[in-house]
């Protein structure tokens, strides 16, 4: 089993930064694959970003691309979504997920575990 605890969600003006962290623990994170994903209300969940167990590929989803960026820390056990240039569409509750040895999935059915969530707001 795997637990996720994201932070660092919170409410924010356009165009300023905010960095998501995950932190994992109960079994080895150098050997998941990790992503963010999103759910806005009314909405499901998307993809935002993925990197694979080995950390040399990372995917993002369009509407994010050049402005978000993710990381990992395996020595840390900790996964980061570096968001800039915020924007009010951007608002949403993101959960980190994680897949063992996962190459860079976007799909969600892909993941096995899942964090609670930490929500973004992005007031203009």
């Known amino acids: 089993q795997v637990q996720l605890i994201e932070s660092g969600g919170g409410l924010v003006q356009v165009g300023t930064s905010l960095r998501l962290s995950c932190a994992a623990s109960g079994h080895t994170f150098s050997r998941y694959g990790m992503g963010w994903f999103r759910q806005a209300p009314e909405k499901e969940r998307e993809f935002v970003a993925v990197?694979?167990?080995?950390?040399?590929?990372?995917i993002y989803a369009d509407s994010v691309k050049g402005r978000f960026t993710i990381s990992r820390d395996n020595d840390k056990n900790t996964l980061y979504l570096q968001m800039n240039s915020l924007k009010p569409e951007d608002t949403a509750v993101y959960y980190c997920?994680?897949?063992?040895?996962?190459?860079?999935?976007?799909?969600?059915?892909?993941?096995?575990?899942w964090g609670q969530g930490t929500q973004v707001t992005v007031s203009s």
């Open positions: 997920a994680a897949r063992l040895y996962g190459l860079g999935s976007g799909r969600t059915s892909d993941y096995d575990y």
């Open positions: 990197i694979s167990y080995t950390a040399r590929t990372k």
